[in-house]
């Protein structure tokens, strides 16, 4: 009987705690709500980016580490209330005593808010905001990387693409930038910090590149198109698979002759000089 009353207790003891636990959550929810929505420009809605995925329109991050997270918040003001297309924006707020003050504001024309997130790009240990905007489906997307220098928000980089990934190696974190090329193929780099600038990391694009082989095996074995083997031959010269990087040539240059394209097959040529070139300095 003792058993069974401690048990009941015990029972009502963790529904009262994740009672409390659930009204609390709900009250922090209310208040940066609150805090949001008399920060948001006006005619402007919260929207949540496409990439990555799952993430919500508000984030929380603490960048100067005094025990105090930021809000982050992304919008998107339609084209019906200003000159089309819509205008997508992040804002970022700092808590200065009892008032949210805001530090960081950026805005950018385009048809859809591609990406919002928090990566630490420099290695600092410190995440930079990345903020992405889709200009338009043959344009592309252009990035834009903050950095949290002296209690204030830098630009860094800006990056335009049209597809990208995170990519984290050994003690490195960098960006794939997949630039359209041809149809639905793209040229791949893989970029990282170097603390000037985002320039090519062999190493990390070696780690990147089974992601590349598989995204180009499977449209080939879609369609055996040369644009596919081009692309799939850029990838390989920059992962030093040679002989890979070879065969996807004389794949591509037979297609390309059986249309015929001749100033495809001269593509194909000077991708093998490239190639060769590389074999030489390695």
């Not at 062999?202 to 180009?216: H, N």
């Not at 194909?268 to 190639?275: A, I, M, P, Q, V």
Request: charged share 25%.
């Amino acid at each position: 009987m003792k058993k069974i009353i401690t048990l009941t207790l015990l029972s009502l003891v963790a529904i009262n705690f994740i009672l409390m636990t659930v009204h609390a959550n709900q009250g922090q929810k209310k208040d940066l709500m609150k805090i949001v929505k008399a920060n948001m420009p006006p005619h402007s809605t919260l929207i949540s980016p496409e990439k990555p995925s799952s993430t919500q329109p508000i984030q929380l991050y603490d960048f100067n580490h005094d025990g105090q997270k930021e809000i982050i918040f992304t919008f998107e003001i339609k084209e019906k209330v200003q000159p089309s297309p819509s205008q997508f924006g992040a804002i970022v707020l700092k808590k200065d005593n009892a008032d949210w003050r805001k530090i960081r504001e950026t805005k950018k024309k385009g048809v859809d808010l591609d990406f919002s997130g928090l990566v630490d790009i420099t290695g600092d240990g410190t995440k930079e905001f990345l903020f992405g905007v889709t200009i338009g489906a043959d344009i592309g997307s252009e990035l834009e990387v903050f950095q949290w220098v002296n209690n204030s928000f830098k630009k860094i980089a800006d990056v335009p693409y049209h597809q990208i990934d995170i990519v984290k190696g050994n003690q490195k974190v960098g960006i794939a930038v997949w630039q359209k090329y041809v149809g639905d193929s793209y040229l791949v780099d893989v970029l990282k910090w170097n603390g000037e600038k985002l320039v090519y990391d062999k190493e990390l694009y070696s780690k990147y590149y089974p992601v590349i082989e598989k995204f180009y095996n499977d449209k080939i074995s879609e369609m055996d198109a040369w644009f596919y083997w081009y692309s799939l031959a850029d990838a390989q010269i920059k992962a030093n698979k040679f002989e890979e990087a070879s065969k996807s040539i004389r794949n591509g240059i037979s297609v390309a002759e059986n249309i015929p394209m001749l100033d495809v097959v001269q593509d194909f040529n000077d991708l093998t000089e490239r190639l060769e070139n590389k074999r030489r300095v390695q």
